[in-house]
């Protein structure tokens, strides 16, 4: 059964680095093809795509946020992260990884349950 | 990037009766786009992809369909459990990028 949990800070002040963890069971990101993605949702608000990660450690980012983005992976321990620095009270949000396989196409196909971080003073 | 223009924001129907939900494309994304459910508590789960392709575990009642930028999703003979957001998303080209959401409540 392929599970994703996302892990955060829960909550952050303003001009800190964001990082996130997203552990991966069922599936190996050895896996040809596979790739993680990095997703958030404001409250009420839109889905937005932030960066994907993949098997053979290429990457991709949303240009809008790609300055501030940073995302890897640990094979070994089957995780993938996200990091976004200089945070503001926009960044305040749920966060999802979600599971694709390139070689199948660029859709989600597993999603995790979401983790909420706020960025507050 | 790509805007999708999704419709209705909010829809009421009864079980038993069939539903659909628009989702409009800025420019060509061919046939990559995708269909999601998005329920509290639940991982938002993959319906289709590709336009109108059933993901694995999705019930037939569920359907997409393509007409060049123009694509639906129709849910045919709701079931109670089909009520919650659902969302497109082109997976055609970076950045990927979503509708704004249709609510499905119950009438």
């Known amino acids: 059964q392929v599970t994703l949990k996302e892990s955060g800070p829960g909550i952050l002040q303003p001009s800190q680095t964001l990082s996130l963890t997203c552990t991966l069971s069922?599936?190996?990101?050895?896996?040809?093809?596979?790739?993680v993605g990095w997703i958030r949702q404001p409250s009420g608000k839109v889905l937005e795509w932030l960066a994907n990660?993949?098997?053979?450690?290429?990457?991709a980012y949303n240009p809008s946020l790609k300055s501030r983005l940073s995302i890897s992976m640990d094979t070994s321990n089957n995780q993938a992260f996200l990091q976004i620095t200089n945070v503001d009270t926009a960044d305040t949000a749920t966060y999802y990884c979600?599971?694709?396989?390139?070689?199948?196409?660029?859709?989600?196909?597993?999603w995790g349950q979401g983790v909420m971080v706020t960025v507050s003073s | 990037d790509v805007q999708m223009t999704q419709s209705p924001y909010n829809l009421a129907a009864s079980p038993g009766e069939s539903v659909s939900i628009n989702c409009k494309a800025s420019?060509?994304?061919?046939?990559?786009l995708a269909w999601y459910q998005q329920k509290p508590g639940n991982a938002n789960k993959l319906l289709i992809y590709d336009g109108s392709t059933l993901h694995s575990g999705i019930p037939s009642r569920f359907g997409g369909s393509r007409s060049g930028t123009d694509f639906t999703l129709t849910i045919k003979s709701l079931e109670p459990e089909d009520f919650g957001l659902y969302y497109c998303?082109?997976?055609?080209?970076?950045?990927?990028?979503f509708g704004s959401g249709t609510k499905l409540e119950i009438k």
């Open positions: 998303q082109q997976h055609n080209e970076y950045p990927f990028t």
């Open positions: 990660i993949y098997w053979d450690d290429d990457s």
């Open positions: 420019k060509s994304i061919s046939k990559y």
């Open positions: 979600a599971r694709m396989n390139r070689q199948l196409g660029y859709h989600f196909d597993d």
């Open positions: 069922g599936f190996s990101l050895r896996t040809y093809g596979m790739g």
